[in-house]
């Protein structure tokens, strides 16, 4: 699914198209309603000498707009929410409550052909940045709302429904399954990244991860193997685009995992803890916030990160400050500047490369029901 990570898809309140253009569609629409009440009221008034072509076209145009801004969503769902096997569209627009199942059968059917022998075989959810597809089976059984019923939906489907009997967990990045090397049953409850993938992988294949490059992934086979018990993340950076926004350090001598944000964006509404009604939250600029000092939260206790410590209820609060400055400045240190590979100018979307299947503007098909 090339749009995987569009709100716009289910609907949801965290808009990347929608609301921006049901907003621009309305402003059109006020604008030309306003001009041809104006003419009419000038043409019946004979204080504007106008014919009523331009009056019908105006109203036509607003009427168009208004309507344009109503089935916009309708619109965006059918444009963008689609997939694709390699680079061929096989439903437009998707099926959402047959997209789980599909991918279920998906892996399944790798299984089945890779069984006897070694494989690697990646499987990227189309959950849970947002509640994009959640079937009717798990609609409201979480306490924490649609994002929750999504995330039980992807423990039903990591947990080996249809997955040729594998044993998952919950809350997990991966499964590993490695016949006479891994213990069976493992389950890892420390910090990793998506980066520790490559290393760990590397490894198990008798590979050598490069010496001339700082490699962010961290190799899994000790916590894996039950030969360490704490992940070799004590320091883990978050980034927006370019930007250091936030650090977490898990301080593994006390058990406890410290969140600091040094760069928050200007929620809207105030206090919502997302964007709502604008594209994405913005990473730099006039609508970010820049705290000093920065924001700390205790995420063993908190981690919903809504209570924020300050230096009157957390004792150990410039010692966690200063430790976690100094990881960053030696994180920093290992930066180098690079050629930008997505450039803010050129990274724009152009209709000529939307995809579509069948004839446009129709572009709709279907062309399987399963797993080849």
């Not at 990591?158 to 040729?164: A, E, H």
């Not at 600029?285 to 924001?295: I, N």
Request: hydrophobic content about 40%; glycine content about 8%; overall charge negative.
């Amino acid at each position: 699914m090339p749009f995987s990570l569009m709100g716009d898809c289910a609907h949801w309140e965290l808009s990347e198209k929608r609301v921006n253009l049901e907003q621009k569609l309305n402003f059109l629409f006020q604008v030309l309603a306003l001009v041809a009440l104006t003419l009419v009221a000038g043409k019946l008034t004979h204080l504007i000498p106008v014919s009523w072509t331009p009056v019908i076209w105006s109203a036509l145009w607003a009427v168009l707009l208004l309507a344009g801004s109503y089935f916009v969503g309708a619109l965006i769902v059918h444009a963008d929410c689609l997939l694709m096997r390699n680079h061929t569209i096989t439903e437009q627009p998707m099926r959402f409550q047959k997209t789980t199942p599909l991918i279920l059968q998906e892996v399944a059917s790798f299984l089945k052909r890779n069984k006897h022998g070694p494989f690697l075989l990646f499987v990227s959810f189309l959950h849970v940045h947002i509640p994009l597809i959640t079937m009717e089976t798990f609609l409201g059984k979480s306490l924490h709302g649609l994002y929750g019923d999504n995330v039980e939906e992807m423990d039903w489907m990591v947990g080996g429904k249809g997955m040729g009997g594998w044993e998952g967990g919950i809350r997990v990045p991966g499964i590993f399954r490695w016949p006479g090397v891994l213990p069976a049953g493992q389950v890892i409850g420390e910090p990793t990244s998506l980066m520790d993938v490559f290393p760990t992988v590397v490894q198990l294949a008798g590979g050598e991860v490069p010496q001339d490059r700082v490699i962010d992934g961290q190799d899994l086979l000790p916590l894996l193997l039950g030969t360490a018990q704490h992940s070799d993340h004590e320091f883990l950076m978050h980034y927006c685009e370019g930007f250091l926004h936030a650090a977490r350090w898990h301080q593994r001598d006390k058990g406890t995992t410290w969140k600091v944000h040094f760069v928050t964006p200007v929620f809207q509404p105030e206090g919502a803890g997302a964007c709502y009604g604008r594209k994405v939250c913005p990473c730099f600029g006039e609508k970010v916030l820049h705290h000093d000092p920065p924001l700390l939260f205790d995420l063993s206790r908190d981690p919903s990160e809504t209570h924020v410590l300050t230096p009157a209820s957390e004792p150990v609060f410039y010692q966690v400050m200063e430790r976690v400055q100094r990881a960053v400045r030696e994180h920093q240190r290992t930066l180098s500047p690079v050629p930008l590979q997505l450039d803010r100018l050129g990274n724009i979307w152009r209709p000529w490369l939307q995809p579509c299947c069948g004839p446009f503007p129709l572009c709709w098909c279907l062309r399987e029901d399963g797993p080849q």
